[in-house]
């Protein structure tokens, strides 16, 4: 995405690659001929021959305002939702083992939550409350959908291991969560271990600003254990609390619009994707676009892999209709009719392939101008 490697850039700038890496080497860097170099430092380097790098034009494509898409929702048409949840963490700190005993522990209350998870995310029901899980590997849920302007997180799940303490993933995901400006819970997990220290947790956590309740910040802390199922119930209380808070609210009575999780072609079916409805109501029948890609709801299936007729607020569902398969990340809207669906994919693709071209354009001449 718009970036060079330090050949390519050496190649530009009409220098030797050898020379740069030199340079770099000096200043205790160690890049290869590979690596990709960032605006910041092709600045700095460009600057050594007196060369100006210019940012290349970001050209996003919100296509929901574009095509009139976004609809305008009273106050009094939004009903409160169910929350997105995001569990990140330091690779073995649990969080797998916390969203499949959450999911277990809570089937018997409702008939949300089931055994089998074919989609990316599932919903559970506590207190009479549903909750969405999503579950993103990785940080993709707030890096890859952010930069494309889409949120799929109400809350943020920071998972850390009581015998491990903060890691470097810990403090990654704490970044992440904090530039999305969600709220983050704690959840301290293995406490069944003997040689668990909560207290640790919460004194390495406060060097990064996040202070537990109990010593006077607003950081909820739940101590758990994935393992023994121990106070699960606590962290979806707790999860419930900060729902409530929040407020979150939604339209259920428009056309649908959500946002593409996951995505794959099946050989049998054709393009599925797995969809986390965020307003309205999306149906059977109804026409969609995502992206450059359109298609008409053939069949939805909800967490449990059952055919469903509807999806709701917050919902995650698969989508059977796409003629192409779509992207992760990418936003799908319920259009009025075909021939609009088409005429909109039509004109994002060509404006896609018109921005890739101009943006190309755009970064050879403004360096080789300046190369002059
Ligand atoms: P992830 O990489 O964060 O998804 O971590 P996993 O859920 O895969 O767990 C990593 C390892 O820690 C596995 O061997 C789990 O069995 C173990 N584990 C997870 N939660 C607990 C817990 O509460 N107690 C104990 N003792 N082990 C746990
Ligand atoms: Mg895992």
Redesign the pocket.
Known sequence: RGEITLGEFAERLGVNSGELIKKLFLKGQMLTINSPVSYELAEELALDYDVLVEKEEEIELEFGEKFDLEINDKASDLVERPPVIT?M?????????????IRTTTVAEGEAGGITQKIGAYQIVKNGKKITFVDTPGHEAFTDMRARGAQVTDIAIL?V?A?DGVMPQTIEALAHAKAANVPILVAI?????PEANPMRVKQELMEHGLVSVEWGGDTEFVE?????R?NLDTLLDTILITAEILELKANPNKRAKGIVLESRLDPKVGPIADVLIQEGTLKIGDVIVAGETHGKVRALLNDKAERVERADLSQPVEIIGFNEVPSAGDVIYVIQNEQHAKRIVEEVAKERKIAEVSRRTISLESLSQELE
């Not at 963490?89 to 005993?101: W, Y």
């Not at 758990?224 to 023994?228: E, F, P, R, Y």
């Open positions: 569990i963490g330091h690779v073995d700190h649990g969080k797998t083992s916390l969203l499949d005993a998972v291991a015998d997990n293995k406490m069944d271990k758990v254990s994935a393992k023994q121990i």
